[in-house]
């Protein structure tokens, strides 16, 4: 049987770790640099305005640009998808008294909850299960939040160049020192187009990677600074669309089962969630775990199957859909998160260092809180009486002491136990849940995502034709996530182009994008892998599946409003 993992992409670390280059008066010189404006970047940035207010003495040596933030989407939430239903603790702590949860851009608090499992024709209702508990948490657009905290970031002071992705972490005798931006303006072959413009190098005295989930500077900064944790991370790949419904949904739905098959052998965990995005919205999602062995495997053609069950049908009935979008959430859980998680000069909080509850299916909190513990370490870098060193390792022990910590170790086996079956592992996760993590079932075994061995079923054929009104192909669903990559710019994607057909046919299946398609079969029973980054919605899915995305040209990629 094939394994993804053993046609490794064409990629190295060294590519994309160098010294600064631009002569030194031509640098941009920032205080603190933050890359990515997802909420752990934005609290970050956040609570670094707070501080600079606060201590004015210390604001001086930050310099002209004291924080700077990157974001690689058009815009700051513009790449910014999630549930999103939000466990308002990070918040309140980051914006304590200067704002209610009230006067952000949120569809209320969670009204009431149902757990269903699924069966093809059948909803059976349970009691939601304790990690599906949702009272007192808030929903909201994680894209749209993204916006109204960027705007405070910019209230306190702190410059967001959008359209610019980080390409290069910059390293100085073991340090990093900052990051190089990515060229804009190159053909296909790597030409300069008539607009070409060059990267530049941002220099800072601390850089915090918030990339989120398969941050590309921050695999390279793990594998430089030998910061992996004890287990590999694993991923989930969450589809979701948006829908404008004719009927209000009165509660939150979570279910579990169908369309995923049970059986061991095809190790298929996930579940979908369905939210109300107040009287006239609804989302709808699928998410499951990057570890099954199905190449047939499409989770976009899950979720188009999940929407033909009666119950969901009802929902979106005299509907329409006005959104879709996919991205990856690491799933590793405690075991898979990077130790230490700095090294010299270097921060790592939110999804980008595996910050994820997976059986309560959230990160939004903890990504908000790890950003603005990571602004108050970098912010003693610059005060007197600490050193760049002792500052940034002041980070661990503030993370170790947080509920960041404590919620993640409850739950730190509770993905792996899924190994074992759903029946199993759904027994095993709800007497861990039961004892708050005082069940000891060992520290369980955790293989990479592109280490499972591919089975191929027929599971394809039966995935619905799309009909354009509730069920919808991948193109048409790329083209509603507002994706507007240019054609013609370099491939941002490294894959093995020649393997076997079950890998080439997994990677098509899994890519809800439709980038990858399966050429012509060589004599070996190999086959030539063809692509169309343009389509590329930067999920990161193919991280985990045996290649590796890096970032495309600046302000390429999606354009979510509202997902
Ligand atoms: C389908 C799905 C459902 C979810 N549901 C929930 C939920 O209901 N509740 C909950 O709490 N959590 C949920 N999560 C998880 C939650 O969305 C994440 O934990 C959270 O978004 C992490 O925030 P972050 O800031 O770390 O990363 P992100 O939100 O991913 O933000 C990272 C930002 O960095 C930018 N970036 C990345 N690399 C670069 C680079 N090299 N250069 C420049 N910019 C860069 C990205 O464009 C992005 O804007 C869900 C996730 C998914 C995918
Ligand atoms: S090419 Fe890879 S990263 Fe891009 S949408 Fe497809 S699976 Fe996701």
Redesign the pocket.
């Known amino acids: 049987m094939s394994r993804a993992s053993n046609f490794p992409p064409p990629f190295s670390t060294a590519e994309f770790v160098a010294e600064p280059t631009d002569p030194a008066d031509e640098r941009i010189e920032v205080g603190i640099l933050v890359?990515?404006?997802?909420?752990?970047?934005l609290a970050c940035a956040i609570r670094l305005g707070q501080l600079i207010e606060e201590n004015p003495d210390v604001a001086e040596r930050l310099g002209e640009v004291p924080v700077a933030v990157?974001?690689?989407?058009k815009q700051?939430g513009?790449?910014?998808?999630?549930?999103?239903?939000?466990?308002p603790r990070g918040l309140r702590r980051l914006l304590g008294s200067r704002y209610r949860m009230e006067d952000l851009p949120t569809f209320g608090l969670v009204p009431a909850e149902s757990v269903y499992v699924l069966t093809r024709h059948t909803a059976l209702p349970i009691p939601p299960p304790p990690p599906m508990r949702n009272h007192g948490n808030w929903i909201f657009s994680?894209s749209q939040l993204?916006r109204f905290l960027a705007e405070r970031a910019e209230e306190g002071g702190a410059l967001i160049l959008p359209e610019?992705?980080?390409?290069k972490l910059l390293a100085l005798h073991g340090r990093v020192v900052g990051v190089r931006t990515g060229d804009k303006g190159r053909n296909r072959d790597g030409g300069e187009l008539g607009n070409f413009e060059a990267g530049s190098d941002l220099v800072a005295k601390v850089t915090v990677l918030?990339?989120?989930?398969q941050?590309?500077?921050t695999g390279v900064a793990l594998d430089r600074f030998g910061l992996r944790g004890d287990d590999p991370q694993v991923w989930e790949l969450?589809v979701?669309e948006v829908w404008k419904v004719a009927r209000p949904l009165d509660r939150i739905i979570h279910t579990l089962g169908w369309p995923l098959r049970t059986g061991k052998r095809y190790r298929e965990f996930g579940g979908s969630?369905i939210y109300p995005m107040g009287e006239d919205m609804v989302t709808i999602?699928l998410?499951v775990g990057l570890d099954y062995r199905d190449a047939s495997l499409s989770v976009h053609d899950l979720l188009q199957e999940l929407k033909t069950h009666p119950k969901i049908r009802r929902i979106l009935a005299g509907g329409e859909r006005v959104a879709w979008g996919a991205?990856?959430?690491p799933s590793g859980g405690f075991h898979a998160l990077p130790s230490p998680l700095h090294a010299p000069g270097l921060l790592l909080?939110?999804?980008?260092a595996g910050?994820?509850n997976i059986p309560r299916?959230?990160?939004?909190?903890?990504?908000i809180e790890s950003?603005r513990l990571a602004a108050e370490a970098a912010f003693r870098a610059f005060q007197r009486g600490e050193t760049p060193a002792s500052a940034v390792a002041s980070y661990d022990a503030a993370v170790r002491d947080s509920f960041i910590w404590s919620d993640l170790y409850e739950v730190r086996n509770m993905r792996q136990v899924f190994g074992h079956g759903f029946f199993v592992g759904g027994a095993l996760a709800s007497a861990m849940t039961v004892s708050k993590g005082r069940v000891e079932v060992g520290k369980l075994p955790a293989e990479p995502d592109a280490d499972q061995p591919l089975l191929v079923t027929d599971r394809d054929v039966s995935y619905p034709a799309p009909d354009g009104k509730l069920t919808f192909d991948k193109l048409s669903s790329v083209f509603a996530s507002g994706n507007k990559t240019r054609d013609d710019q370099p491939n941002h994607i490294r894959i093995e182009r020649r393997v076997p057909k079950e890998v080439a046919q997994m990677w098509a299946h899994m890519c809800p994008a439709q980038v990858y398609e399966i050429g012509a079969e060589d004599a070996d029973g190999t086959v030539r892998v063809e692509l169309a980054p343009s389509n590329c919605v930067q999920c990161g899915a193919i991280t985990a599946k045996g290649g590796r995305l890096t970032?495309p040209e600046g302000g390429s990629g999606p354009e979510y409003t509202v997902t």
Request: hydrophobic fraction near 40%.
């Open positions: 890359v990515g404006a997802g909420p752990a970047g990157l974001e690689k989407g700051p513009s790449h910014l998808l999630s549930g999103a239903v939000v466990d994680l993204g610019t992705s980080a390409q918030a990339e989120g989930t941050g590309h500077l969450g979701k969630f999602g998410v991205k990856t959430i909080c939110g999804d980008a910050m994820v299916l959230k990160g939004v909190h903890y990504a950003g970032p």
